[in-house]
Each structure stands twice: as C-alpha cells, then as structure tokens.
C-alpha cells in the first residue's frame, strides 16, 4: 500500500469518526429535548387542571348561595385561604397559598402552588387590596426538571 492509499484510509477514518461524534450528539440533544418537553408540557396540565378545579368554585364565600353580593360582604384579603385544616375548598380564595407534590411517571416532585389576589376593575394587572369584582388566580408550577416554572394565571369575575 503506498503513502497516498495509507493517508486517504487516514483521512476517511477521520471523517468518519467526526460525523459519527456529530451524529451521536445530535441524538443526544434531540432525547434531552423531547424529555424537556415532556416535562413542561405535564407542568402546564398540572396548572391547566387546577385552575379547571377553581372554575368550579365559588367566587366568595359571600356568594355561594346567592350569585350577586355587595363588595363590603366579600372576603378581604387578608382572609384568604382555607377557614381550618378540614374545611373543604369551596370557593376561589380558599386556593391561596394552596401547595401540592405531585409525581408524574417520567419526572417527580412537581410543586403546584397557587395565590389568589383582588385585581382592580379597571386593570386587572393591578392588584388591589381591597375587595373588588375581580380574582386573579396564579398557579405556578416548578420541578428540579424544570430550567425555568410553568406560571398561568386566571381573572375571575363575578359581575
């Protein structure tokens, strides 16, 4: 065999093993994206589900027999949450400060928390630290998986 024939085996080896380092690479980064996306694809339906729960709620407590009540009847702020440990959550604010560890089968511990805040009627943006006809419901879902947590938020409104 002369030196050319040796140097192209060489370079073909060469090329070989770059695009076999190449391609073994690629599917590395295509199996971490995909389980990346399982990931956050399972926090946004964990948040979704919560939130879908709260829909079925009350808006106050103040209206759970009867749809319409004054401002001044309404849960102030500083009520928010559930009454004790045993009561049932029957109504949007009872979810603030709400916390849960939920395992799913391709990642685990997925913390869902959840905070209930009056928004003012004009910009719900805004919060408000007094009643009013608005609740805004933020579920934020975070994992040792997750680079960045999964945040949907809601307004609830009760005119």
Same mark, same amino acid.
């Given at each position: ?12 080896? /060469?090329? %070989? @093993?770059?695009? =076999? *380092? ?10 971490? $994206?995909?389980? +990346?996306?399982? /990931?956050? %694809? @399972?926090?946004? =339906? *964990? ?10 709620? $009350?808006?106050? +407590? ?8 004054? *401002? ?88």
């Amino acid at each position: 065999m002369s030196n050319i024939q040796s140097m192209l085996a060489l370079g073909a080896m /060469v090329i %070989l @093993t770059l695009t =076999s *380092l190449r391609f073994n690479g690629s599917l590395l980064e295509s199996t971490t $994206a995909e389980m +990346e996306n399982k /990931v956050y %694809l @399972t926090a946004f =339906s *964990l948040a979704d589900d919560l939130i879908e729960e709260i829909k079925n709620k $009350a808006f106050d +407590e103040a209206t759970k027999n009867f749809p319409v009540a004054a *401002l001044s009847s309404l849960t102030p702020p500083a009520g928010f949450g559930v009454p004790t440990k045993t009561s049932p959550r029957d109504d949007i604010d009872d979810y603030n400060n709400y916390s849960n560890t939920i395992s799913a089968p391709h990642a685990e511990d997925y913390l869902v928390t959840c905070a209930v805040q009056y928004v003012r009627n004009d910009n719900q943006n805004t919060v408000s630290t007094v009643q009013t006809y608005y609740k805004r419901v933020t579920v934020s879902v975070n994992s040792p998986f997750l680079r960045n947590p999964v945040s949907l938020s809601f307004i609830f409104s009760l005119k």
